[in-house]
């Protein structure tokens, strides 16, 4: 996470704020924009997005996995419930790392990120 939030910064990647070592674990200090909810939720409460917010989510998504690239870190677990979105702006947020992996040249030998694809992924909606 280190890698793909330091500076310069990618407005459409969530900013690890601080960290903590502990004993068994690490403690993350992540930004929280607000009002906003993950992409998953604002689908179920608004409908499917209409070809304009599609559009807008989608070029920031590819800035964020750009920038990702750029830092050398796949994602692995791109979805709904991995995207914030502003109520406000309907800027969108990349998070969720815990699946992700340095990128390197040679096969991914196991598999992460989620099994399930929805129908409603499949009709056009988000």
């Given at each position: 996470?280190?890698?793909?939030?330091?500076?310069?910064?990618?407005?459409s990647?969530?900013?690890?704020?601080?960290?903590?070592?502990?004993?068994?674990?690490?403690?993350l200090?992540?930004?929280?924009?607000?009002?906003?909810?993950?992409?998953q939720?604002?689908?179920?409460?608004?409908?499917?997005?209409?070809?304009?917010?599609?559009?807008?989510?989608?070029?920031?998504?590819?800035?964020?996995?750009?920038?990702?690239?750029?830092?050398?870190?796949?994602?692995?677990?791109?979805?709904?419930?991995?995207?914030?979105?502003?109520?406000?702006?309907?800027?969108?947020?990349?998070?969720?790392?815990?699946?992700?992996?340095?990128?390197?040249r040679?096969?991914?030998?196991?598999?992460?990120?989620?099994?399930?694809?929805?129908?409603?992924?499949?009709?056009?909606?988000?």
């Amino acid at each position: 996470m280190i890698r793909v939030t330091s500076a310069p910064a990618c407005p459409s990647v969530l900013q690890l704020l601080d960290w903590f070592d502990r004993p068994r674990r690490y403690v993350l200090i992540l930004e929280r924009p607000a009002p906003c909810q993950d992409l998953q939720s604002f689908c179920e409460e608004n409908g499917c997005l209409d070809e304009r917010l599609a559009k807008k989510v989608l070029v920031q998504l590819i800035a964020a996995l750009k920038h990702c690239e750029s830092r050398g870190v796949l994602h692995r677990d791109v979805k709904p419930e991995n995207l914030l979105i502003s109520t406000e702006s309907q800027d969108i947020k990349l998070l969720d790392f815990g699946c992700g992996d340095l990128l390197k040249r040679s096969a991914y030998k196991y598999f992460a990120g989620g099994f399930v694809l929805q129908k409603e992924t499949l009709c056009g909606c988000l």
